[in-house]
């Protein structure tokens, strides 16, 4: 399963929050690359997406398993290993990322405090560049408003080159899910749309507004 894509995935340090943000030019991305826990871990799995990483990822991190050690064991037995993007951050704030050398230009990753920023089938490393500095400019924002911010960054600066179609923004706290029987504090989708980043904006607004 193709999916070219960029995503941020990131733990906040305050709230020890766990979110992913997640743009595309692919049906539903948000239904494919995010795959997060509670007090566990975040993981996006894309480029030639393997869905097994997101469930086999979070239960290596229940183990007690870092994002390095997961991030390992999970491409050691995976003969497509090449053709896969991925990244990860733990419970404590560890990040780990890969880029295969089959994923197609440009293809890439940056990390920083608590998170990391990964896309392929980009414009150019100034995709991740961008995304990276809006999110660590907005430190005192809440962590959904900083991977929104990240998001809406990348796709200014010119995101998957095939274009836009779908775009994702998921955190996760304990317990803090509507109406508190799970862990999704935030869980927006667009799956299809001519601007996906944007229309996820009004939804994270309004979503803000209905939960006070």
């Known amino acids: 399963m193709r999916v070219s894509t960029f995503s941020l995935v990131a733990r906040d340090p305050e709230s020890g929050d766990l979110g992913i943000a997640v743009a595309s030019k692919f049906l539903a991305v948000g239904a494919v690359v995010p795959w997060l826990a509670a007090g566990v871990g975040a993981i996006a799995s894309q480029a030639w997406a393997n869905t097994d990483f997101g469930h086999q990822g979070l239960e290596l991190l229940r183990q007690g398993c870092s994002a390095t050690e997961t991030l390992g064991r999970l491409l050691r037995g995976d003969r497509e290993a090449a053709k896969r993007q991925v990244g990860v951050v733990d419970a404590f704030g560890e990040v780990a990322h890969h880029t295969g050398a089959e994923c197609l230009e440009y293809a890439g990753a940056v990390a920083g405090s608590q998170y990391t920023a990964q896309g392929n089938l980009l414009v150019g490393p100034k995709v991740l560049a961008a995304m990276a500095s809006a999110y660590e400019a907005r430190s005192d924002r809440p962590l959904a408003e900083r991977l929104l911010a990240a998001l809406e960054a990348g796709d200014a600066a010119g995101g998957d080159k095939r274009g836009r179609q779908a775009a994702a923004l998921t955190v996760v706290r304990e317990g803090l899910g509507a ?3 799970n862990d999704r504090l ?22 803000r507004t209905l939960r006070g």
């Open 179 to 181: 109406p508190g029987y």
């Open 186 to 207: 935030v869980n927006l989708r667009v799956d299809d749309h001519e601007d996906p980043v944007g229309e996820l904006r009004r939804l994270w607004e309004l979503h």
